[in-house]
């Protein structure tokens, strides 16, 4: 197991690096896009639900990780088709991860 100590401005920095933070992505989204079809849908994230988040997300109850669901495909899915792609998938990281950042502080 490893551990990384991070400072909120460090966050900050990686999601501001464009070059960077989209390698990340990609590889975060081809991870989690099971079908290969270039969008995630909620089967896409139900295949392996623990590869997108934390332990703790792993240990909600079904119900629970419905409603993630549900404020995830409402927030992120701006054409509103059911499914997230590459560029929305983008937005939900850098969210998730700026709000992180914000939480760390220094």
Avoid: H, W
Wanted: aromatic share 8%.
């Amino acid at each position: 197991m490893s551990v990384a100590c991070l400072e909120g401005p460090t966050l900050i920095k990686f999601v501001e690096d464009s070059n960077a933070f989209d390698k990340c992505v990609d590889q975060q989204f081809d991870m989690l896009d099971a079908d290969r079809n270039e969008v995630l849908s909620r089967s896409d994230l139900q295949v392996s639900p623990g590869r997108f988040s934390s332990m703790e997300y792993e240990l909600q109850s079904k119900e629970e990780i419905t409603n993630l669901y549900d404020t995830l495909f409402e927030k992120f899915d701006a054409d509103c088709n059911g499914k997230i792609d590459r560029k929305e998938f983008k937005s939900l990281m850098a969210e998730i991860m700026l709000a992180k950042a914000r939480g760390i502080g220094q």
